[in-house]
C-alpha cells in the first residue's frame, strides 16, 4: 500500500468508511457529506489529511471533476449547480442481479507472458484476461473506423509497458492508450495499478480529462463501468 498515490489511497479509506457507515441499518437510506465527514473523523489518518470539513469536500470535488470519484466510490450524486460549493449525498448499494463497425480493424496480443491468463475469448477469436476487457473490447468493435489493437508495446526512454488497448480513429488521425484496472480488492494489485499510473505521469501522457490521450478505468461495479466506457468511447469517436 506505500506505492499507492496519497489520493488514492485516500478514496479506498474513505470507501471503506462509507460502506461500514451504510451498513449499519440507524443510517438513513441516503446522507449527506457532513454526516461522512463525522464519521470518518473517528479515522486518525483521515483526519490528519482533511482536518476540516471544507478540506474534505474540496478533495471530494477534484476527484469528482478529475473522473477518478465515482470509480472508486460509485454510490453519490452531486448538486454542482453552485461551482464554489458542491452538495454531496451518498446513498447505499444495491447488488446488480455484436454488430461491428464499419472500417474496424483489430489485432491481438503479441505479448507471450501468462497465456494461459487469457481465457475470455470473444466471438472473433481473439483472447482477453477478463470479462471486463471484453466488455470494452465489444464496445469498441461497434465504432466506426477504429484500428484496435489488445497489449501493444509502448516504449519510452528504454522502459516499456503494455496498456490493454492502442485505439486508432482513422478518421480524426488521433490515437489514445487505454488501462483498464479490475481488481482493487487486492493491496498488491493496487500497488503496480499505481506504479503504472506514475509511469504514464512521469513520460507526459495526460488523461483525456487533461486533454491527453490517456484513459483508465477503475471497476467498482458493472452499471457504472458501462457508463464509463460510453463516456471514454464518446471521446475517442468525435
Not at 482533511?50 to 478540506?55: A, E, H, N, S
Not at 466510490?73 to 458542491?86: A, E, G, L
Not at 489514445?176 to 501522457?205: C, P, V
Request: hydrophobic share 30%; charged share 25%.
Amino acid at each position: 500500500m506505500e506505492n499507492i498515490p496519497p489520493y488514492l489511497k485516500s478514496l479506498k479509506l474513505i470507501k471503506e468508511s462509507l460502506d461500514k457507515l451504510m451498513a449499519n441499518r440507524a443510517t438513513a437510506v441516503e446522507i449527506r457529506s457532513n454526516e461522512l465527514y463525522d464519521h470518518i473523523s473517528k479515522n486518525p489518518v483521515l483526519m490528519k489529511s482533511f482536518p476540516t470539513p471544507g478540506m474534505f469536500n474540496h478533495f471530494l470535488k477534484k476527484q469528482h471533476n478529475d473522473n477518478i470519484l465515482k470509480q472508486i466510490i460509485p454510490n453519490y450524486r452531486v448538486d454542482t449547480s453552485n461551482k464554489n460549493f458542491y452538495q454531496w449525498y451518498f446513498f447505499k448499494e444495491t447488488n446488480r442481479d455484436v454488430t461491428q463497425g464499419r472500417g474496424v480493424e483489430t489485432i491481438g496480443s503479441k505479448l507471450n507472458y501468462q497465456k494461459g491468463s487469457q481465457k475470455v475469448i470473444s466471438e472473433d477469436g481473439l483472447k482477453f484476461r477478463s470479462e471486463q476487457e471484453l466488455e470494452i473490447y465489444n464496445r469498441l468493435l461497434k465504432c466506426n473506423y477504429l484500428t484496435v489493437e489488445y497489449e501493444p508495446r509502448l516504449v519510452e526512454f528504454g522502459e516499456q509497458k503494455y496498456p490493454d488497448f492502442k485505439i486508432s480513429n482513422k478518421l480524426s488521425q488521433k490515437t489514445y492508450y487505454w488501462e483498464h484496472f479490475g481488481q482493487t480488492n487486492s493491496d498488491r494489485y493496487l500497488d503496480a495499478m499505481a506504479e503504472k499510473i506514475q509511469w504514464y505521469r512521469n513520460n507526459g501522457y495526460k488523461t483525456v480529462a487533461d486533454g491527453g490521450k490517456l484513459i483508465y478505468t477503475i471497476y467498482s461495479d458493472w452499471k457504472t463501468f458501462q457508463r464509463d466506457i460510453d463516456n471514454y468511447i464518446a471521446v475517442i469517436t468525435k
